[in-house]
């Protein structure tokens, strides 16, 4: 009975560096979602995919990060030449099929915490 | 704009006292209110969740909160405070869309 996993836990980038960040959604959801959290601060929306569907990216900056989630395997999310201010708690939810929406309950991974150095 | 405030940053409580983390919002329609809980270094835990109906929800571990419209409040409330309650919790609107807006959120101390 495996909740949203995460890996790794906590990454380590120089500057310049990519990052990525992996989110295994709970078995039989087709649903995930991506947040960031900055120190002492609540988390914040950064995209919604379906299975090989990117729903909603309004809250992804446009430039560096991207994120997929592909038939197969676990949704990733990939920051491009990372800088000091990409440092911060990422963390991934899913929920189950049930045509996304604000009612969803949304089931949290315990996050990668990216540091750049 | 939909937006979520959580007053406090630190509430510190006795063991055993009562407790209300308060929560305000901004939406413009029937919003979908949520609390969770974040323990250090963990992901976040669903506490409780309304949608429409009773305006009292419970939920797990002993957590009740209240809607009221006219304030905009969704606080959340627990009657004996104990010490494994020690966490952050966030307040969360679901909005129209895919996003959910959470508080900046408020941390919970328990003294013995």
């Known amino acids: 009975n495996a909740g949203v996993m995460q890996n790794p836990r906590h990454l380590v980038r120089r500057r310049g560096q990519e990052a990525r960040l992996r989110c295994s959604p709970v078995k039989g959801h087709s649903h995930v979602y991506w947040y960031r959290q900055l120190p002492e601060e609540g988390l914040k929306f950064m995209v919604y995919?379906?299975?090989?569907?990117?729903?909603?990216e309004s809250g992804m900056p446009k430039e560096r990060f991207s994120a997929e989630f592909p038939k197969e395997g676990p949704s990733i999310l990939r920051i491009q030449q990372v800088v000091r201010g990409d440092s911060a708690a990422y963390f991934c939810?899913?929920?189950?099929?049930?045509?996304?929406?604000?009612?969803?309950?949304?089931?949290f991974g315990p996050g990668t915490r990216l540091t750049v150095l | 704009a939909q937006s979520v405030t959580q007053p406090d940053i630190h509430i510190t409580v006795s063991e055993g006292a009562s407790l209300e983390l308060r929560c305000n919002y901004s939406y413009g329609a029937t919003p979908y209110l949520f609390w969770y809980v974040q323990s250090p270094g963990q992901g976040l835990q669903l506490l409780l969740k309304?949608?429409?109906?009773?305006?009292l929800v419970q939920g797990i571990k002993g957590f009740e909160a209240e809607f009221k419209r006219s304030q905009s409040s969704f606080n959340l409330r627990k009657p004996s405070v104990h010490w494994s309650d020690a966490a952050e919790y966030f307040c969360?609107?679901?909005?129209?869309?895919?996003?959910?807006?959470f508080g900046a959120g408020t941390r919970l101390f328990v003294k013995a």
């Open positions: 995919l379906q299975k090989e569907n990117i729903i909603d």
């Open positions: 969360a609107v679901g909005t129209g869309g895919f996003k959910t807006i």
């Open positions: 309304y949608f429409s109906g009773d305006t």
């Open positions: 939810a899913s929920s189950p099929a049930s045509g996304g929406g604000p009612a969803d309950t949304q089931y």
